[in-house]
């Protein structure tokens, strides 16, 4: 049976300061032809009032171009839906791509919170990568516990935050929420690949993690 992943996409397109927040368009290009060439279908939705903001566009970057040429998947991603017209029962997995409006629009969602709780509870996949964990944090399982409680997870972390020049930006920072809601966090060096997997709870620390998230999500779903 052919497995169907929903990724969400940040609509809110600035942090303090003006500077660009969206989603981070290279944290949803590399995943989005990781699925595809795994045969795994996937949808889009978004948070945001006015559709997705796709951010930090590279265009030396072939996987890019290639999805920015590609008119029938371009219209679907910026056609994202809300949440609240997404049938969760229609999917497998969900995926929180990654980019600083993420921290703004993912947490607190009421649609979104629902949609993946009712993931989770079917045996599915809930993952995430970079700031795209903020989704995580409001999650909570069947006993009312937060769902990341107890569990290993990963994401943007604070010295990254610092390397990145934002850190005065940003409304909260991901790493000390994430450890807030009782998660175990780990994470690797300042923009280096690195993914945790707590069994269906699939996370990946940055841009560089991208591939290797991607990948353990498919794995999971093929499981």
């Keep these: ?6 990724f969400v996409l940040s609509g809110h397109a600035a942090m303090g300061g003006g500077k660009p927040a969206g989603c981070y368009f290279p944290e949803l290009v590399h995943p989005y032809y990781v699925m595809v060439e795994r045969g795994i279908e996937l949808d889009f939705t978004t948070p945001g009032p006015d559709g997705p903001v796709l951010a930090q566009t590279d265009f030396n970057d072939p996987a890019q171009i290639r999805l920015l040429m590609d ?7 910026l056609a994202a839906p809300r949440p609240d017209t997404v049938d969760a029962a229609k999917y497998d997995a969900i995926f929180y791509t990654g980019g600083h409006g993420g921290l703004y629009d993912f947490p607190d969602d009421p649609s979104l919170i629902a949609i993946a709780e ?20 409001n999650l909570k399982d ?4 937060f769902l990341i409680k107890g569990r290993k997870v990963t994401g943007f972390s604070r010295a990254e935050e610092v390397t990145f020049g934002v850190l005065m930006d940003i409304p909260y920072v991901l790493e000390d929420s994430l450890v807030s809601r009782g998660a175990r966090y780990c994470c690797y060096g300042v923009n280096q690949g690195f993914v945790v997997r707590d069994g269906r709870l699939i996370t990946g620390q940055n841009w560089y993690s991208s591939q290797l998230v991607a990948e353990a999500v498919a794995d999971a779903l093929e499981a």
């Design 71 to 77: 008119r029938q998947a371009m219209d679907r991603i």
């Design 1 to 6: 049976m052919v497995k169907r992943i929903l």
């Design 118 to 137: 009712n993931i989770w509870s079917r045996g599915g996949v809930v993952s995430g990568m970079c700031h795209g964990p903020a989704g995580l944090l």
């Design 142 to 145: 069947s006993s009312g516990d």
